[in-house]
Every structure is written in C-alpha cells, then in structure tokens.
C-alpha cells in the first residue's frame, strides 16, 4: 500500500501532508496499515487516535464524534468571554449535553482560570463516556478532589429524559453555563453524507431528527424550566449550516431569552448564544 494510492484518493497535496503525519505518529500501529486503512477511507482521526482541540491533544476512537475545527473555534471564543468573571471565588457550574469526547469542557477548564470551573458531561453513549473519561484523565481535569483545579465529570444519561437530571445522577441545577454541540444532521442531510463520516461516526451523534432540530427544542425546553439555570447565564449551543435563525427562534419562544450568532472562521453562523429574560 502507497503513497500514490492515498494521491489518488485525496490528492497530491493532501496526501503528501497526511503522510507525513502518519510517518511521525507515535501510534504501535505499522505506518503500511495506516495508509490501507486510510485509502479505505477510514477518517484520519481514528487512524492516529487523537486530534488537536486548541492546545490540548484529545483521544479519539469510533464511534465517538470527532471534535471539529469550527467546534474549537467557537469554544476557545466563549473561554475569552468568560476569561474576566471565572474566578475560584465563586466557580462556574458548567453542564454539557452529548459531550463526546468531552472536548468542550474540557478546553473551556483547560482555559479558564484554576479552580473556576466544576464541569460535568452528560452523553447517552456508553462509548462517549467512558471516552471522555479517558480524556479528562490525560488532561489532568479528572474530578474533583482538590478544588483549587478545574474538573471535569461526564456522566451516562439522556437529556431527552423526561426526568433528567435525576436525582441520583451525581449532577444537579443551577448551573452558569450549558453547552451543547448536539447531534442536528436532517434527514435529508444525513442519507447523503460521506461513508467516511456515516461508516464510522454514531447516527445517534449525528442525526438530530427529520430537520434536524429536535435536540434544540429539548435544550430550550430544559433551560427554560424555572430552577435551571444561575441568574446571569448563558447557554451556547452549535448549529448547522442554515440552522441558526430556527434555533434562535426556539430558544425566543420556548425559553424567552436573548439571543446573538457568533460566525464560524468560514463565515458561517455557527453558534447560538441564548441569555434569559426577553
Ligand atoms: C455532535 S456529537 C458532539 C460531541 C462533542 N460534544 C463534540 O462537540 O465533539 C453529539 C453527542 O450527543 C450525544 N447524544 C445523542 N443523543 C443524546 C441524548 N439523548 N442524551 C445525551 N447525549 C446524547 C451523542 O452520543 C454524541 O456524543
């Protein structure tokens, strides 16, 4: 297996830089697998076991999703956001729907100040979960223990849950902040993506119902109940292309909040900020 494979399949340019990736890894994987599995059209990220997210390194492996670039971006921007207030003082209580990987919480605990953030996770997955797990591990922001630190705790349950969050989950409101990049494929969308992404990724962290935004109507159901949410708190949750003036009218009508868009480095709005109180 060759490099003029991997060309054919991804181009000259691109080929030439994966491969360079490959041949540095530091994967027990031999570097003639890695090029048949990549030409198999298997996506990079599970090859190498890792992606980059801001400066921290997170593991990643199927089926769990594969935190994005534009992902990256909008949670390195509310870390700037938040950067002047987090103080050990008074910590953050962060809640973070589908968390994956646990790559949002985990940046936003590896970028605000020691001690200001008690984060928790929550994903239906068992794969995601213990994943996340795993990352927080290797970050260091295992909880909690010792609470001049940042924590992190994901946790397995479906926010879909009419009595989420239990009482035995480990996890209760208010909370400060809620984050969520939560599945929002249409159906449409969905039978028509790559098999790189379908063959390998979860349908359950990709397909957000038949327009997509069934997650959304959940989030705003739950933030809107009356004992959810801190005075003063925000909730940040990535859209899909074309999605974002719908979200922003769910978030108005079934929660009354205050909503703005933050572009992602394409231009694309990309994410929804909602605030209570219209
Ligand atoms: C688009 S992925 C996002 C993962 C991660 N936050 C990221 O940005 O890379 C959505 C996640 O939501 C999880 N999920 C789907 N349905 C859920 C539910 N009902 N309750 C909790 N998590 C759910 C999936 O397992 C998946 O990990």
């Excluded at 089926?63 to 990256?72: G, S």
């Excluded at 925000?234 to 292309?241: A, K, L």
Aim: charged content about 20%; overall charge neutral.
């Amino acid at each position: 297996m060759s490099l003029p494979l991997l060309s054919a399949r991804l181009g000259k340019r691109q080929a030439a830089l994966e491969y360079k990736w490959m041949k540095r890894a530091t994967s027990p994987i031999p570097l003639d697998q890695m090029l048949a599995r990549r030409v198999a059209g298997e996506p990079l990220q599970y090859i190498l076991a890792e992606q980059p997210f801001g400066p921290l390194t997170i593991k990643t492996r199927p089926p769990v999703l594969i935190p994005r670039p534009e992902t990256e971006h909008w949670t390195i921007r509310l870390a700037e956001l938040l950067h002047p207030t987090a103080t050990p003082a008074r910590p953050l209580s962060v809640l973070d729907l589908g968390t994956g990987t646990g790559c949002i919480p985990l940046l936003l605990c590896h970028l605000l100040p020691a001690g200001s953030v008690r984060a928790y996770g929550v994903d239906i997955s068992p794969d995601a979960v213990n994943l996340a797990a795993e990352n927080a591990a290797l970050c260091g922001l295992s909880a909690p223990a010792d609470p001049s630190r940042n924590s992190f705790q994901p946790i397995q349950a479906s926010f879909l849950d009419p009595n989420f969050p239990h009482l035995n989950l480990g996890v209760a409101p208010p909370f400060d902040l809620i984050t969520s990049n939560p599945p929002y494929i249409s159906w449409p969308e969905y039978v028509r993506l790559p098999p790189s992404v379908s063959h390998y990724e979860d349908p359950k962290a990709l397909f957000g119902g038949p327009d997509g935004l069934d997650f959304y109507h959940a989030i705003a159901a739950l933030v809107a109940r009356n004992d959810f949410l801190n005075p003063g708190a925000v909730v940040v949750v990535e859209v899909g292309d074309g999605q974002a003036d719908s979200v922003q009218r769910i978030f108005k009508a079934t929660a009354q909040m205050n909503t703005e868009i933050w572009l992602d480095p394409w231009k694309k709005m990309r994410t929804v900020i909602a605030r209570p109180g219209i």
